[in-house]
């Protein structure tokens, strides 16, 4: 049993040795695998960047927000069975929401967990809209909503029966 040890501790010494001299033997990275290698980095890296540029568009993005929260408030007048009027406060970034019993009503509580910040360059293109979701989830009229920013302005439209678009 001894001698099987020996032997194998043997075997073990041998091949730990032979790894040692292989990685002292090796020479590592020429300069032209080291420059292929950083050149397809480069490549990869552009590519990336001019992918992540394309999302950096502030009326696309806010438009995309505003209509997530549109479907957001038509849920809540869904889920609740209040009406649910959505409209931008004086300052042409900001949206925010009140209920009440039905889209008549002439008193509306103001819904603090549900507001929207648009991004600093985008704002809506007038302030004078206003939409309400009955608690059935319909409106009354459908909407146009502007939203811009200094490089371009995009619509959300919206139906009567709670659908909505980019254009």
Request: proline share 3%; net charge positive; with cysteine.
């Amino acid at each position: 049993m001894d001698t099987l040890k020996a032997k194998a501790a043997l075997v073990t010494d041998n091949c730990v040795e032979k790894f040692r001299k292989s990685i002292a033997q090796s020479k590592g990275f020429t300069l032209l695998e080291m420059m292929v290698v950083l050149s397809m980095i480069g490549i990869i890296t552009g590519m990336a960047a001019y992918q992540l540029k394309q999302l950096d568009n502030p009326a696309q993005t806010s438009a995309a927000e505003v209509m997530t929260f549109l479907k957001k408030s038509r849920a809540k007048a869904l889920a609740s069975t209040y009406a649910y009027r959505v409209r931008p406060k004086s300052n042409s970034t900001e949206l925010e929401t009140h209920y009440a019993i039905s889209c008549s009503s002439t008193t509306f509580t103001l819904d603090s967990n549900l507001s929207l910040q648009l991004p600093d360059t985008a704002s809506f293109g007038s302030n004078s809209w206003s939409l309400c979701f009955e608690p059935r989830g319909t409106l009354a009229t459908s909407q146009d909503i502007l939203i811009s920013d200094p490089k371009q302005s995009v619509t959300v439209q919206v139906a009567m029966g709670g659908g909505m678009r980019k254009i």
